[in-house]
């Protein structure tokens, strides 16, 4: 490298340390701040979560600063052995792997990424194993094994489409329009590509979205459509230096120095090119630092420079040959046979076009081969083998013929590509202005709703108008659902889902709007003519006093269903499945007896414990403490005093846990419990006349499917009743579950 370049290189070496965005640092400070204990003085033991934030950290690093992703992988795997924590060490030999990677070392990446594969997979854990997937598949592509890459990217699709996260899918399509590039396969690669960016910009993930644009930008310069790649690669640029991606900003500084040495325009050219040098040098990128020689051997190639194009050129080879980047290899090979052919060398010429032309088969790369045969032909003629010359060049007209038959087909597909896409960004828009119209409208709804049963608890004369009120409200949200309908209707497939959300959210409004009419009214009622009678002296303060406790009762009932209703109006509104956990089902029920100690004394009731220790459940804690409350108090209800309930959990072939609660007390009759869980059943008076809403048990079925469980009840006049639950088994790692009581 001449003294010229070292100089440029060290200038862009001295304005990347300069200038760091404060966006790219904020993640990697705030880690270093909860972490700063811990890396000041590693200790002997780490806690997990630690541990999980080191490797956060190291991932953080990765993009601008991969000798510190590396460092900090290898703290995380030491420390995690030590506690034999398995996901914390696989999660820091995949940011090692990644940075080796990287770095070229690909035999070490691939060791070190396959332990992490086992330990996933020991795991369970299928978000690990697709990303040991795409890890080795990147290897693979890195070493010109496209067909095994290939078959790796597609079992961690597989993956990914069943976990059906947006994002991993977009990574996911990401690197297998990379690798379809790499392959020559253009028209997939672009449909690949566009698959991710829609993703990408669709979830704002910027970074990601500048990955997108630059690997389609590339397969626009592969297609020479050089003035569409000059704008994706612009795109990502613009990004990658507002985040401080270092890695980024030399790559698209790459790319357009490329675009440049095509067009002619090589003053332009070698002032990108050498400021991508200058960052590929500071973080290591050896595949940026071969590549970077090769385009350095190009321009001198192409300014008349022969012997300076052959001293980048084997600096390009000796780099592709020690870190095994076959596709670098084979360009290298190219470059020295056409500088060794235009100093008339022809026999260098010969050895070099010949070695390309070697890997160039091996890889299946049809460009190569058109070049290799036409430098082959060149040095051919220069040794006066004329007629292998004439072979050489037959087969580079028809290889030619060949990519640019493809090219064009090619060229139309990226256009038709790049057309979808609009549609899809344009799409997109609109789904995404639906989608925020109907949140406001539905949380607006979900605030109207809980202040309108404040009200009703508290003022019986606000009753008649708030149910009025209600009522206007749903005429007015029906119109809107049914035009909203009709639109979403002419939307994509995956618009269907929030028609299903707006139908469910007024089936439940005018469920409750039902249960509000029939079952609130009655004790509101009593209390009104109760304190009328006394406004109007009908009845004296001792008649007062005795009929008070009964009008009490009616309201603790109805106060009791209130809380029920609440609860279950939030778990129809929210996304339940979020709130799932692990937890133990004997944490919930030691729980309840203790609360409902006084009323099992009341009636001289027994409890018979069986719930197990181990029984752990895939759901949310408070969902299912409703579903328990509700059952022991039927069974408090409905048992004879001095009489023993009974509870108990199984496990099921099929990985369920059981919980059933059996009284003693009166049972029920057949056409009874045929319609226990169908609908609002009519309450029926507990062994000391305790009375209900009807609705609980409808509530326990609706709470438990929530998290894909089942419940029934097994009953018999006179013999007593018997009701059972069965949820998902959850993970052995489990978090105690607490109630603020």
Not at 23 to 46: F, I
Not at 207 to 231: P, R, T, W
Not at 661 to 674: F, H, N, Y
Request: with cysteine; hydrophobic share 40%.
């Amino acid at each position: 490298m001449k003294p010229a370049f070292v100089f440029l290189i060290t200038l862009n070496l001295i304005g990347a340390q300069l200038f760091a965005g404060p966006k790219a640092r904020l993640q990697e400070d705030s880690l270093k701040k909860l972490l700063a204990p811990t890396l000041r003085d590693p200790p002997q033991k780490a806690s997990k979560v630690d541990i999980d934030r080191i490797n956060k950290l190291a991932d953080s690093y990765f993009e601008s600063y991969p000798d510190s992703a590396l460092f900090y992988g290898t703290m995380a795997v030491n420390l995690a052995k030590k506690i034999d924590y398995q996901k914390g060490t696989a999660d820091g030999l995949m940011q090692q792997a990644t940075v080796y990677t990287f770095k070229g070392d690909y035999k070490i990446a691939s060791v070190t990424f396959n332990s992490a594969l086992a330990i996933y997979k020991q795991l369970n854990n299928n978000y690990g194993i697709s990303e040991a997937y795409l890890g080795l598949g990147r290897v693979e592509d890195f070493l010109g094994n496209y067909a095994a890459a290939i078959k790796l990217f597609n079992k961690a699709l597989d993956l990914r489409i069943k976990s059906n996260n947006q994002m991993d899918l977009a990574d996911c399509y990401a690197i297998m329009g990379i690798t379809y590039d790499n392959k020559g396969e253009y028209s997939k690669a672009l449909d690949y590509d566009f698959k991710s960016l829609v993703i990408d910009l669709a979830r704002k993930n910027d970074l990601a979205a500048a990955d997108n644009y630059c690997n389609i930008g590339v397969v626009m310069q592969e297609l020479e459509l050089y003035d569409k790649a000059y704008i994706y690669f612009n795109n990502a640029l613009v990004i990658w230096r507002r985040d401080n991606d270092r890695q980024g900003i030399s790559t698209a500084y790459q790319n357009i120095g490329e675009i440049l040495l095509a067009q002619k325009k090589y003053r332009q050219a070698i002032g990108y090119l050498n400021k991508a040098s200058a960052i590929f040098n500071v973080i290591g990128d050896q595949e940026g630092v071969s590549l970077m020689y090769n385009d350095f051997g190009l321009y001198h190639y192409y300014t008349d420079h022969p012997d300076s194009a052959i001293y980048y050129f084997n600096l390009s080879l000796k780099s592709a040959v020690k870190n095994k980047i076959r596709n670098n290899k084979a360009h290298a090979y190219l470059g020295l046979a056409m500088a060794y052919n235009r100093q008339k060398d022809y026999h260098s010429a010969l050895d070099n076009a010949t070695q390309a032309q070697n890997i160039a088969n091996a890889i299946g790369s049809i460009n190569i081969k058109a070049d290799a045969a036409l430098q082959l032909s060149a040095a051919l003629g220069g040794l006066a083998q004329f007629k292998d010359a004439y072979v050489a060049h037959l087969r580079y007209t028809t290889l030619t013929d060949s990519l640019k038959k493809d090219a064009n087909i090619q060229k139309l597909i990226a256009s038709n590509r790049e057309i979808d896409f609009q549609n899809a960004l344009s799409a997109g828009r609109d789904r995404q202005h639906q989608l925020d119209a109907y949140y406001a409208e539905q949380n607006a709804f979900s605030r109207r709703t809980i202040i309108a049963f404040g009200i009703f608890s508290l003022f019986m004369s606000v009753m008649v108008g708030v149910y009025y009120n209600a009522k206007r409200k749903q005429q007015q949200i029906n119109v809107l659902l049914t035009a909203k309908n009709v639109e979403v209707l002419s939307q994509k497939t995956d618009l269907n889902i929030q028609a299903d959300k707006l139908n469910e959210l007024n089936i439940l409004k005018d469920r409750l709007i039902g249960v509000l009419a029939h079952d609130l009214r009655a004790p509101l009622s009593t209390l009104h003519g109760l304190f009328a009678l006394m406004t109007e002296k009908d009845i004296n303060y001792q008649e007062f006093i005795e009929m008070a406790p009964s009008v009490f009762s009616k309201l603790e009932s109805t106060s009791d269903f209130l809380d029920t209703l609440l609860f279950w109006i939030n778990s129809q509104v929210d996304n339940v499945a979020q709130t799932a956990k692990s937890f133990c089902l004997c944490d919930l029920v030691e729980l309840e007896l203790k609360m409902l100690d006084g009323q099992l004394a009341q009636k001289s009731l027994n409890v018979k414990n069986n719930v197990r220790q181990g029984d752990i459940v895939l759901a949310d804690p408070s969902s299912i403490r409703i579903v328990i409350h509700n059952l022991l108090t039927n069974a408090i209800k409905f048992s004879r005093k001095g009489t023993t309930i009974h509870m108990a959990t199984y496990s099921t072939d099929d990985g369920y846990r059981v919980f059933s609660i059996k009284d003693e007390g009166m049972g029920m009759a057949e056409t009874q419990l045929s319609s226990l869980f169908k609908s609002k059943v009519n309450s029926t008076l507990g062994t000391d006349n305790e009375i209900g809403t009807g609705m609980g048990l409808l509530f326990c079925k609706d709470l438990v499917e929530k998290y894909g469980g089942k419940i029934w009840a097994k009953s018999a006049k006179g013999e007593g009743t018997e009701l059972f639950f069965m949820l998902p088994a959850g993970s052995d790692v489990v978090d105690k579950v607490l109630f603020i009581q």
